[in-house]
């Protein structure tokens, strides 16, 4: 058992770095269609697309919002978001560094780092979460026609796709499914060492199968 055990904790920790990684480089992605959007968008050619889209719009009455803002509103969470993945590939490094992956009992170190680990990308997850749905909601509400008016004037293509903002949902499930996996394992090594002790000192059921197998780890 404990090498199933032991192959699935390398498994587990390898799980890790990947879901850290797959963050970093969501984060690196999530501004890409906004870029390619938005940032050739001036204040000057929105107010030339809003008289030609809005000709028939009663005098007086304000032009309806480009919503073009969240461009720049969404930047700082960006670099925040950046920020938390270095953070989790860091976490991640750290179940190398103590020989979570490797060793056949668990320490204090072991503990900390798989603990540390697991909270840090529950709580990534949760935070990037409500972060990108709300910036998602924000950016379905932009003003198409204006932003195509812009585009077509500039020669550039109007691209309006939520692909990185649902991609979220995978990335973030990665990220949750390696904390529960971490912490199952703990809870499995530690079932497994308290079996072990117990065979060793005769406290518990000692099938000689199972003693021949203590013997020899």
Avoid at 150 to 161: H, I, Q
Wanted: aromatic residues 12%.
């Amino acid at each position: 058992m404990y090498k199933k055990q032991m192959t699935a904790q390398k498994v587990i920790c390898l799980l890790s770095i990947i879901a850290s990684v797959v963050t970093f480089v969501y984060a690196l992605g999530l501004m890409t269609d906004l870029y390619d959007s938005l940032y050739p968008v001036t204040d000057r050619y929105v107010t030339m697309a809003q008289k030609q889209v809005y000709k028939s719009l009663p005098k007086g009455e304000p032009y309806p919002e480009t919503g073009f803002g969240i461009y720049k509103e969404m930047q700082p969470f960006n670099s925040q978001l950046l920020l938390a993945s270095i953070g989790l590939i860091l976490l991640s490094g750290l179940l190398y560094i103590t020989n979570t992956a490797t060793r056949r009992k668990y320490y204090i170190g072991n503990i900390i780092s798989s603990t540390l680990a697991a909270a840090g990308n529950v709580a990534v997850a949760l935070w990037a979460h409500t972060q990108v749905v709300a910036f998602r909601a924000q950016y379905v509400k932009i003003d198409v026609e204006v932003l195509k008016w812009v585009l077509d004037k500039l020669k550039k293509p109007c691209v309006v796709s939520t692909f990185w903002f649902d991609a979220h949902y995978f990335v973030l499930a990665l990220s949750l499914l390696v904390a529960v996996l971490l912490i199952l394992n703990m809870i499995w090594k530690f079932s497994l060492m308290k079996q072990e002790r117990q065979l060793l000192s005769g406290t518990g059921p000692q099938p000689e199968s199972e003693v021949g197998k203590v013997v020899s780890a």
